[in-house]
């Protein structure tokens, strides 16, 4: 029988405990591990995972746990979120605990890709047939998160000027979700995609851009300044950050829209020709480690588990060895190695309320409310000037009308009811 090493999380993910009992048996090594949420294991693991979204400063391992001096057992973030979603992560002195990081970033120890060996399939897809249609604008944007830390919403507020956006979700939705259609059926119906990420980091790249090519529309996308190791050929994207104002982005949809050839163009990629170098190269680091066939969470998994093993065989066979001695060990024989000294690094990356020089002012936003208030008192003033006596009457009725709602209800003011 295989020998099994248990994984801890110290956190649920999301507050439930997903991952309790889980077997990572599909790497291919002669050995598996199970994930576990027990707190009771702690002397048994090899690794201690925390969910950022789920971590509390105050609920956190004991002392012997923490203190780099005498601690032998690696932490590890997880997340696949941008760090601005959960501010803690911007504290150096909290990240110091981590050895070991787990998120969207390739620079991760045991990188979360938002991507699997699919995406491959769905860029060299044929491109499916799209019914020219009346229905829908020549744009999708499908949107769940209203918070979007770089204001992304004011941007497509202000391009919604200039072309038409059909928008679906829980935000500025101007369209009905279709009965029973998943998310790709319902962009192979648009010519573009508003593939924008709710945060501008490094890396930071999620299934919004997987879903417009799976659907094969033009991905209209804002995420991290480069978008290189994800994108099938140089052309293969639209960069809103291309365009100094959304109404020359608007323009620029327009004259594809106008010219079927130009916008074929930006499809090639679905047709018999080369693609870049550096989207190879993003394929190539999990083909090494014979992981590729993976879905990107399991890949992550298996690393995981590898790194865990791997610790509980060191610590098996030098159960005299010093926190020192483990260190030298994990920082020089461990593939990937940790961060013991410094922890992992604050993301520096990231940019905040990027669109918010869109935001429309408060006159601007409420324009008509104002307009309409404005109206209604210059009526009033009119009828006050033409019918003096007419109003006044109005004012005394409506004010005995108030006293005699209040004394029906037995309202007391001071020692008077009214």
């Not at 998120?103 to 120890?109: A, E, K």
């Not at 790709?184 to 299934?207: G, M, R």
């Not at 104002?245 to 930006?266: C, D, F, G, V």
């Not at 030298?328 to 992992?344: K, M, N």
Request: glycine content about 4%.
């Amino acid at each position: 029988m295989a020998e099994n090493y248990s994984i801890l999380y110290w956190t649920k993910f999301f507050g439930e405990p997903i991952l309790e009992g889980q077997n990572v048996d599909y790497c291919g090594y002669p050995y598996t591990c199970t994930f576990t949420y027990n707190r009771e294991e702690i002397n048994s693991t090899s690794l201690l995972i925390f969910h950022a979204p789920d971590y509390n400063p105050r609920d956190l391992p004991a002392p012997i746990y923490r203190d780099k001096a005498i601690k032998t057992l690696p932490w590890i973030l997880n997340t696949a979120e941008a760090p601005v979603n959960d501010p803690w992560q911007l504290d150096a002195r909290k990240l110091k605990d981590f050895e070991y990081s787990s998120t969207y970033r390739r620079d991760s120890h045991f990188p979360i890709s938002y991507f699997g060996a699919e995406l491959l399939d769905y860029v060299r897809r044929p491109q499916i047939p799209r019914a020219n249609s009346t229905n829908h604008a020549p744009i999708a944007w499908i949107v769940s998160n209203c918070k979007a830390k770089n204001k992304r919403h004011y941007y497509v507020r202000e391009l919604m000027k200039y072309i038409d956006i059909d928008i679906y979700g829980h935000c500025m939705n101007n369209k009905e979700w279709p009965k029973d259609k998943p998310i790709v059926e319902v962009i192979q119906n648009y010519k573009f995609y508003l593939a924008l990420e709710n945060s501008n980091c490094q890396d930071y790249v999620t299934e919004k851009l997987e879903n417009a090519i799976a659907a094969g529309a033009v991905p209209i996308v804002d995420g991290p300044a480069t978008y290189d190791f994800v994108a099938p050929t140089k052309n293969a994207f639209i960069n809103v950050n291309s365009f100094e104002h959304p109404k020359q982005l608007a323009t620029y949809l327009k004259n594809l829209l106008a010219n079927p050839h130009r916008y074929e163009q930006l499809l090639s990629y679905k047709k018999d020709v080369k693609l870049t170098d550096a989207f190879h190269k993003g394929w190539d680091f999990y083909g090494k480690k014979g992981l590729d066939a993976l879905p990107p969470t399991k890949r992550s998994y298996c690393n995981l588990c590898r790194v865990s093993r791997d610790i509980a065989v060191y610590k098996r066979n030098h159960p005299s060895a010093t926190p020192e001695e483990f260190w030298t060990f994990a920082t020089t024989q461990l593939d990937p190695q940790p961060q013991y000294a410094s922890g992992i690094q604050v993301d520096d990356t990231c940019v905040i309320n990027k669109w918010s020089i869109y935001r429309p002012n408060f006159l601007v936003l409420y324009f008509w409310q104002i307009l309409l208030f404005i109206v209604l008192l210059w009526a009033i003033h009119l009828y006050r000037k033409r019918n003096p006596r007419t109003f006044k009457h109005a004012l005394a009725h409506s004010y005995r009308s108030v006293k005699r709602r209040f004394r029906g209800n037995g309202v007391c003011y001071g020692e008077h009811m009214i």
